[in-house]
């Protein structure tokens, strides 16, 4: 079977639907152990220095990988993508555009994903089928989810993998399937967590390799991954195209506020952590979410992977205290 | 109690007893690691008797090298609460923002009714922080004390960055101005890198701590470009060793 790379979530069911396997290429670099060492080569390439550890990250995994051709989201993501798919293709890999349109008009997604399926020479009925048997994980993740927030079984950590691997379910669905069970069934059987500070934790996913253990260590658990939550589609809908219009990572910080704001009051938050990668636009973002979140909000930023840093975790810290101290006093 | 803070550029210790400090010290942090202190079992262990120091004594420390040193036998806490506990123990005062200017870092707190609410924290460099404004005064070729002691007239600089301020000050010399106009211009460059958190944190009241403090000129511009009052603490370099005795003591 062939792999097709991808830049962020894109309708994964249209590659599963022409029988191949999709690669998140975030999840392969940041998992790699030689993840700095990607980021250096990427640097000798040519890459600035200020420029995003993801997007560094993702030239070298698409240059490193055995990948058919890699889709690129050239429009609701990061502008930076267009200059990564210049350079891969300078590099022999095809590239497949595609976009989320910025208005959130469903005629344009159409389009967008019609081409998509043209390009992998798919129907409908093969796409809505591959969405069918997606969905049934899907519910898995919904579980894992609630098993997290509301019976405070499932740690932050376990919540963002699984999350955050539903952006291509590893490329092998039935082992992402048993994986997800077991860990549902063994979370089952735990004592709910007492949890003396709740986090948000919004943005893209973070490239500090240890940052939910570390809240953990400090009496702090995460109960909501904004982002991640959206790749695992958690807005059933019967059509892909309804999905991916739901779907708010692409369309903006209002289109994601509208999202976030209620998943606060409903998880019972006590303070949100926004990442934002260093040299990124989400960057200036962080004015609108700081304007409209009327909760304890610490905005961290992450450059290359690794540990928590020592600044870092020194803002960690003190921001769980200050929760922590608010609580006793309520 | 022993009140130890371990400052990037400075560490400061201070033995309190019924609210009173009873002595203190500052050591460069460089020599205090070589001189007075060995790592042994991924702890700090403390040369006591060097530094003059009852080991029986309770202590619990802070700082930047809060997680990479652990003092054998100290608690530790974030540097935030230290600073925030020292400034509310020296100032008797409860609403209040705490500007704290360090060695290479810069911290904003804004603290009401006690409790520490919000806290900003400086870009991951050291510009505008003590070490700029020390780069800054060797570049002059005038003391601390000089360099505290303008603001007015400043020149115009952009960069704060403790290495790159130095390129943009040369080419102010080279322009001719007076030494005072330059002096003022690196102060209130420090002040405008602040302005924005001091607003976003806003309290009608001031503390400044850590070694910015004590220069005068800054104050000054930060009290006439608020209109806020800038309350004095006694010790503000000491502030977060004293922080960490009244949290130790449950003084606050």
Redesign the interface.
Same mark, same amino acid.
Not at chain 2, 77 to 81: A, F, S
């Given at each position: 079977m062939k792999k097709i790379g991808f830049t962020t979530s894109i309708p994964v069911e249209i590659i599963y639907a022409a029988g191949q396997v999709p690669v998140d290429l975030n999840n392969l670099f940041i998992n790699s152990s030689r993840a700095l060492f990607m980021l250096d080569l990427a640097e000798e390439a040519g890459y600035p220095r200020n420029t995003c550890g993801w997007i560094k990250g993702l030239y070298t995994a698409a240059l490193e990988t055995d990948i058919q051709g890699v889709i690129a989201v050239m429009q609701g993501d990061c502008s930076n993508t267009q200059a990564l798919m210049e350079t891969l293709q300078m590099q022999g890999r095809e590239i497949i555009p595609f976009a989320y349109p910025y208005d959130r008009d469903p005629e344009m997604l159409r389009l967008y994903v019609e081409k998509l399926m043209a390009y992998f020479s798919v129907n409908w009925d093969q796409v809505l089928q591959a969405k069918k048997d997606l969905d049934q994980i899907r519910q898995h993740c919904r579980e894992l989810d609630r098993l997290t927030w509301q019976e405070n079984v499932v740690t932050g950590a376990e919540n963002h993998y699984f999350l955050v691997s539903s952006s291509d379910f590893l490329g092998q669905p039935q082992t992402y399937e048993q994986e997800i069970k077991a860990c549902i069934q063994m979370a089952r059987e735990r004592e709910p967590n007492l949890d003396e500070v709740r986090l948000a934790y919004m943005g893209v996913p973070p490239i500090f390799t240890n940052l939910y253990e570390s809240i953990e260590a400090m009496g702090a658990r995460i109960v909501y991954n904004e982002v991640q939550h959206q790749f695992s589609m958690p807005h059933s809908s019967d059509h892909i195209l309804d999905q991916y219009l739901a779907y708010t990572y692409p369309y903006g910080a209002f289109a994601r506020l509208k999202d976030i704001l209620p998943e606060l009051e409903k998880r019972n938050v006590d303070g949100i952590i926004h990442y934002t990668q260093t040299f990124c636009f989400r960057q200036i973002e962080d004015i609108i979410y700081r304007s409209h979140i009327k909760k304890p909000f610490l905005t961290l930023e992450g450059d290359k992977p690794g540990k928590v840093d020592a600044r870092t975790r020194m803002r960690l810290e003190s921001f769980v205290n200050m929760l922590k101290m608010r609580g006793k006093g309520r | 109690m022993l009140g130890i803070d371990l400052g990037s550029r400075t560490v400061k210790i201070v033995l309190m007893k019924n609210r009173e400090i009873m002595a203190c010290s500052l050591y460069d942090t460089i020599r205090f690691y070589r001189q007075f202190s060995r790592s042994s079992r991924g702890k700090l262990q403390l040369d006591f008797n060097g530094l003059n120091l009852d080991p029986e004594t309770e202590m619990v420390a802070t700082g930047?090298?809060? =997680?990479?040193v652990t003092i054998a036998g100290a608690q530790k =806490?974030?540097? =935030?609460?230290a600073h925030a506990f020292g400034a509310l123990f020296q100032s008797r005062c409860e609403n209040f923002t705490l500007l704290d200017i360090g060695g290479q870092?810069t911290k904003v707190i804004q603290v009401q009714k006690g409790? =520490?609410?919000?806290?900003a924290?400086n870009d991951?460099c050291a510009a505008g922080s003590g070490r700029y404004l020390e780069n800054m005064a060797s570049v002059l070729e005038i003391n601390w004390e000089q360099l505290s002691s303008y603001d007015q007239n400043p020149v115009e600089l952009n960069a704060t960055c403790a290495i790159f301020g130095e390129t943009e000050l040369i080419a102010r010399i080279v322009e001719g101005h007076p030494t005072s106009h330059l002096a003022a211009g690196v102060n209130y460059a420090v002040f405008k890198r602040v302005a924005p958190l001091l607003k976003k944190l806003y309290s009608d009241t001031i503390i400044l701590s850590g070694g910015g403090a004590l220069n005068p000129a800054l104050v000054r511009m930060i009290r006439e470009e608020t209109g806020c009052q800038v309350l004095p603490i006694k010790e503000p370099r000491l502030n977060g060793a004293i922080g960490c005795c009244v949290w130790g003591q449950g003084w606050k």
């Open positions: - | 930047y090298g809060k =997680i990479a =806490i974030p540097e =935030i609460q870092d409790d =520490i609410v919000d806290f924290t991951r």
